[in-house]
């Protein structure tokens, strides 16, 4: 377990040997790379419940650990892109979240939208047939401003083929519209 883990694992050996079951996390490298680990150490009891030892159980994390990091990835590409993300329930009705740039652009906090709920525009009928559109717009800001957007909906399905919510990217294209008017 080389020396730079002994320590962990000598203080989690003498915890589990005053009698309190021990689960930690560590890092073990070898000449294949980096691997994540988790160890679990429970006390052993005889008969008259005296601990006469410790039994442990160790597994790779190291996949887990990589998901974890790969979900950090995502929910930060979410949080700070400069484009509205919604994620809508499948039957349409419902925005079970957004990004702030979502929110911003239409003039509510995240708070605010998922828990008033606005009424957006559905989706086109053909758009469940397709699974994927693309197309502009209007949308409407909270203050009743009217704005143009390029929307870009993904319907994401399950391993049997139902929709299972929708995927909703929005760009504000007023900066481009001012721009394309100027030249």
């Given at each position: ?7 962990l ?7 589990a ?14 000449r294949n ?50 484009w ?29 939208l ?51 919510y929708y ?17």
């Amino acid at each position: 377990v080389g020396e730079e883990n002994a320590a962990l694992h000598e203080a989690a050996n003498l915890r589990a040997l005053s009698g309190e079951t021990v689960t930690y996390e560590w890092t073990l490298r070898g000449r294949n790379g980096v691997r994540h680990m988790q160890t679990t150490l429970s006390p052993l009891h005889g008969p008259y419940g005296e601990i006469t030892g410790i039994v442990g159980v160790g597994r790779d994390i190291s996949q887990r650990v990589q998901v974890g990091r790969e979900l950090q990835r995502w929910a930060r590409i979410f949080e700070h892109a400069g484009w509205g993300v919604a994620i809508v329930s499948a039957d349409g009705g419902t925005i079970e979240t957004v990004n702030p740039a979502f929110a911003e652009m239409h003039g509510w906090t995240v708070e605010e939208l998922l828990s008033a709920q606005p009424d957006f525009p559905r989706m086109n009928p053909l758009f469940d047939e397709r699974g994927h559109q693309i197309w502009e717009t209007e949308r409407l800001r909270r203050n009743g401003a009217v704005f143009p957007a390029l929307i870009d909906a993904t319907a994401v399905k399950d391993d049997d083929g139902q929709i299972i919510y929708y995927a909703v990217n929005v760009q504000d294209l007023t900066e481009r519209r001012r721009a394309e008017e100027q030249v």
